[in-house]
């Protein structure tokens, strides 16, 4: 006993030693250890951001060095307060309370004194400034916005929050990071790769020379430079004409898929999120929850199309042939569903397929509803065919751009039918307002220029897309480079192309003729309700237009959509028109429309459903 | 006649020794590495001259082994009789080196007696016990006995260095080997667990623990048992008084210094914010030196590599935390090596214990082992955070030149004995 006594208690301290190292060593370890180690400083080197150009080469964003006055409280030493404020542009009061807020945050870490110094006052101090212990100025960079627009596209930066920090191991406390918009998308190739130095330290935190002899330093990798497809003129020429109005416009180039212009009305400068006022700025931006600037509504807003969704119907009836272009259909200024009858502003009359298009009449494409689906046996399977068809122009889902999601719009399955009314208890009659964009579709401006596109194209598109060039070199990605097919034969679009194009020439949007350029269009004129109080108002109709131009070799499709707006030849029709002749032409030549649409708004509209009156939809006030 | 000391001494021994000198020395190397070039055996530096004493200390293994065995048995009461006057000659002449007046300034080292203390006091007992005139069970025989290990200690602690008077105390080891009754043991542990349980949870759970001790005994008692009833009521009354004593002893008597030392070993400190502050005060030590150990993992950062070694974050890292840097730039391979290399020479010490004729050298080996093993324990514990902070270094690792030495003079004394094992009388 005894004996074996000692040999135990040997073995029971081995085995406890053994215990508490594996715990410590295998157990409480982790790797991340060098990051949180106290004697390993890292020092980083950030490289510049990466600039932002437009599709022509013109600068959309670039930077802008910033100069902070930073103070560390405990090594201040006495000083020249008099001549330190003078050349700081404060006064003495100011100063003192500025350094006792510091000294109250810590009196070991650096605070912001003086915050982004102009350039002369920095050159003015940075010569006196080794005077002055516990003070430095730390140069920063900002973001600087060489246009008043285009702010939804580009997004903002903005410092990393804790979701960040937890998402992503690359960031760390008070970086920046792309928050919105391409500065988002791209944030990676933006912002570069910060360079880090390890640097030993000692238990006094004094720098004792390089960790592991500097063999795990980087060096920073430059932001890139990138080219967006945005045409700087075009995009601000859209915006000078949105002011006052809501709704969004999108401009794409056919051939390519790239944007040309995407614009959300209202909107903000761009400059409005960097510097100084940048917070006061946003909480107002983001309290304005009317207007809602924020809100790009280009991708953001889903609303009934309205009668530009006539074309996809008329080209889906051409290919299940159910009907050619001689084919005609009566307009007794309206339809009848049953008993009811439903009104159509065309005029009356026999229509066949052109006139149809370029008169918008009602009538017709009810007409053509009901022969797509009595070709089916079923009314299941001929939802199922339109629905194919009309997903192939890109509608109802994201079409995965390069830009936030977004939103889906809507075209509805059988399925979203079947919970409505029941399985079996709805026909084409129940559905028939989905033949001229009413009903359950729905669609945001970005998908109705890309259908544009479709149709200008005659027949495919490429996804909307807003890089154009990486460091000067075209983008190769296969996402945007490869055509998307639409489920349409290439020659069923000529008869509707013509149809569109006869909108301008004697149709709905013969007033917004292009001298010089032939444009293919469709108005629209959508219907639209809100709630006041609890019951369902409608409000004035919402002015929808799509176009592409020039017919036979289209350089841009365009839609834009004017909420409140009323017929589609009117806000919608007009900005088209505009957009479309700055484009191709460079300038203006119908200076009394252009200055009639710098003009007017709409915040007469908008404020009605606000009023808390009575008020009249609508009104013809031109 | 060298020839056979070398023919019979045990090179199992000698091979774990040089083992742990040399990873040891090449510790301290490490610990107090810069990058300047210098020759190892630069005699400015501390790892030159911990080489230089590793070289003495071969010499003197030399010395001991050349010497007749009998010469340590005889000498024994005088080596014990002048360690004492040198011990008592510190009052006089002794040097103080923070805080404590514990070593002689001889001019080229620091010499510290109570090192020399141990070997001649684990000699004086061995000779002692093994006289034929002992016996331990006479309370004269066993009072007399620990008087040979109180001595010193006594003498030491007022120095002050609480921690080496701590080591003559695991010599009480010797004399339960030699027929000390074990329930002096069992008393001992008892009172250590009650006075730790008293800390954490206080008196009243512990009367509450104890009273459902006693009727959990009642009700799995076989019938047929007679209760001693009388000796239960008085060993209880005797423990609750005990507690209370822990209690008043621990906030009337203990310096505040010694209550945070016992508080943060057993966790007591539960509010964060206070912890944070021990942390960077008296917990500082154990925090830091965890932290180092952990940082290294399973496989170390490497030699030279340990960051928190350069930076200097835990303290005395070449002496008592000596075990850090071995945690840190060889991770668990290293310090499981370590453990595994002091057990297996513990667990040899006694079979070469056991295996002697001679009492006195059964029992020096003992004498050898207890303050061997009490080193490692509590200053391993120590390091890794199982024990409170109590200033001892780590046998054969630890910087600092008379250590090294007196622990080569303790081991080679016992290995010398051993080599003249079958001789009962020398």
């Known amino acids: 006993m005894r004996r074996v006594l000692l040999s135990l208690i040997i073995v029971i301290i081995g085995i406890t030693f053994l215990g508490r190292l594996s715990y410590l060593q295998i157990f409480s370890f982790s790797p991340d250890q060098v990051i949180e180690d106290p004697s390993i400083k890292r020092v980083y080197t950030y490289p510049e951001r990466g600039y932002i150009y437009d599709r022509n080469g013109n600068l959309l964003v670039g930077n802008d060095p910033a100069y902070d006055v930073m103070v560390i409280p405990r090594e201040v030493q006495p000083l020249d307060t008099l001549e330190f404020c003078g050349m700081l542009g404060i006064d003495k009061e100011k100063f003192v309370e500025k350094l006792t807020k510091a000294r109250v945050y810590s009196p070991r870490l650096p605070s912001v004194l003086v915050p982004q110094l102009s350039k002369e006052d920095y050159a003015k101090l940075q010569e006196k400034m080794r005077k002055y212990k516990g003070f430095y100025i730390q140069k920063r960079s900002l973001r600087y916005y060489d246009t008043p627009s285009a702010a939804n596209v580009l997004g903002y930066i903005s410092e990393v929050n804790e979701g960040d920090l937890a998402k992503n191991k690359y960031y760390i406390q008070g970086e920046l990071r792309g928050r919105t918009g391409v500065e988002r998308y791209y944030e990676e190739l933006l912002r570069g790769r910060k360079g880090v130095q390890y640097i030993q330290k000692d238990r006094f935190n004094r720098d004792i020379g390089p960790y592991k002899n500097s063999s795990l330093d980087t060096l920073p990798e430059q932001g890139k430079q990138i080219s967006i497809t945005l045409d700087k003129t075009l995009q601000e020429y859209g915006e000078r004409l949105m002011v006052g109005k809501r709704g969004g416009i999108v401009a794409l180039e056919p051939a390519t898929g790239e944007i040309l212009s995407m614009i959300s009305g209202p909107t903000y400068d761009p400059s409005l999120l960097v510097g100084r006022e940048r917070s006061k700025n946003y909480t107002e931006l983001y309290n304005d929850t009317i207007a809602n600037p924020t809100w790009d509504r280009s991708i953001h807003a889903q609303q009934p199309p309205g009668s530009p969704f006539k074309t996809l119907n008329a080209l889906i009836a051409l290919q299940e042939g159910v009907l050619d272009e001689s084919t005609t259909i009566r307009c007794y200024n309206g339809f009848y569903v049953g008993k009811k009858k439903r009104g159509c502003h065309c005029g009356g009359g026999l229509r066949n397929l052109n006139s149809g298009i370029y008169q918008s009449c009602n009538a017709y494409f009810a007409g053509t509803f009901r022969k797509i689906f009595e070709k089916f046996d079923t009314t299941d399977e001929a939802m199922d065919v339109w629905e194919k068809h009309m997903k192939s122009f890109g509608l109802g889902d994201y079409l995965g751009y390069d830009l936030p999601f977004g939103q889906k719009g809507r075209i509805p399955s059988k399925e979203y039918y079947d919970k409505w009314y029941g399985d079996n208890r709805w026909s084409s009659s129940f559905i028939i307002s989905n033949s001229i964009g009413q009903g359950e579709v729905l669609a945001t401006p970005v998908q109705l220029a890309n259908m544009t596109a479709a149709i200008a194209n005659r027949g495919f598109y490429y996804t909307p897309h807003i890089l154009k060039k990486i460091e000067g070199k075209e983008i190769t990605d296969p996402r945007f480079t490869e055509p998307k097919r639409t489920t349409i034969d290439k020659e069923h679009f000529e008869p509707v192309v013509q149809g569109m194009a006869d909108v301008y020439r004697k149709g709905t949007a013969r007033w917004l003729q292009i001298p010089g350029i032939e444009v293919a269009g469709k108005t629209g004129t959508a219907e639209n309700f809100t709630k006041i109080n609890g019951v369902r108002t409608q409000l004035t109709d919402h002015s929808v237009f799509i176009a592409f131009a020039p017919v036979e070799d289209p350089k841009i499709a365009i839609a834009v959509y004017i909420e409140n707006g009323y017929f589609g030849s009117r806000y919608a029709g007009h900005i088209a028109s505009l957009m479309i002749e700055k484009y191709l032409k460079g300038e203006i030549t119908r200076k009394d429309l252009e200055k009639k649409m710098l003009e007017k708004t709409l915040e007469h509209e908008y404020a009605k459903p606000f009023s808390g009156e009575e008020f009249k939809i609508n009104e013809r006030v031109w | ?426």
């Open chain 2, 1 to 426: 006649m060298f020839g056979k000391v070398l023919r019979r001494i045990d090179w199992l021994t000698i091979l774990i020794y040089l083992a742990l000198v040399i990873i040891g020395w090449t510790n301290i190397y490490s610990s107090t590495f810069t990058d300047e070039q210098t020759s190892l055996l630069d005699l400015t530096t501390r790892s030159g001259k911990q080489l230089f004493f590793i070289i003495v200390s071969f010499v003197t293994i030399i010395v001991i082994l050349a010497l007749e065995a009998n010469f340590y048995e005889r000498f024994a009461s005088l080596f014990y009789l002048l360690t004492i006057l040198s011990l008592i000659g510190l009052y006089l002449f002794g040097k103080t080196i923070a805080g404590a007046t514990s070593w002689y300034d001889l001019g080229f080292f620091n010499f510290q007696p109570s090192e020399l203390a141990k070997v001649a006091t684990a000699l004086a007992l061995a000779k002692y016990l093994s006289d034929i005139q002992t016996d331990l069970r006479r309370i004269k025989d066993q009072l007399y006995a620990l008087l040979i290990i109180f001595i010193p200690a006594l003498l030491i602690i007022p120095q002050p260095d609480p921690g080496s008077a701590l080591v003559f105390f695991s010599l009480i080891f010797v004399i339960f080997r030699e027929g000390l009754p074990l329930y002096y043991l069992g008393i001992g542990f008892t009172l250590i667990l009650i006075f730790i349980t008293t800390l954490m949870f206080g008196t009243i759970w512990l009367t509450i623990g104890l009273l459902l001790l006693i009727a959990l005994f009642f009700l799995l008692k076989r019938k047929s048992l007679k209760v001693p009833l009388l000796p239960i009521a008085i060993g209880s009354i005797a423990i609750i008084l005990f507690s209370l004593s822990v209690n008043f002893v621990f906030n009337n008597l203990f310096e505040q210094r010694h209550r945070d030392r016992f508080s943060l070993w057993l966790r007591l400190e539960k509010d964060p914010e206070k912890l944070e502050q021990i942390r960077k005060t008296i917990g500082y030590n154990t925090y830091q030196s965890e932290k180092a150990i952990e940082s290294g993992g399973f496989f170390g950062k490497g030699f030279l590599e340990g960051t928190r070694t350069k930076g200097d974050f835990v303290p005395e890292q070449d002496t008592d935390y000596i075990f850090t840097t071995i945690g840190e730039e060889w991770g668990f391979i290293g310090t499981a090596t370590v453990i595994i290399l002091f057990s297996i020479l513990f667990l040899r010490l006694i079979y070469l214990a056991e295996r002697q004729k001679n009492a006195f050298s059964r029992m020096y080996g003992y004498g050898v082992i207890s303050v061997l093993l009490i080193h490692y324990f509590i200053n391993i514990g120590m390091v890794i955070g199982i024990l409170p902070t109590i200033g001892i270094p780590l046998p054969f690792f630890s910087y600092g030149g008379s250590g090294l030495l007196f622990f080569t003079l303790l081991l080679f004394v016992f290995l010398k004995l051993d080599t003249n094992r079958l001789k009962e009388n020398f």
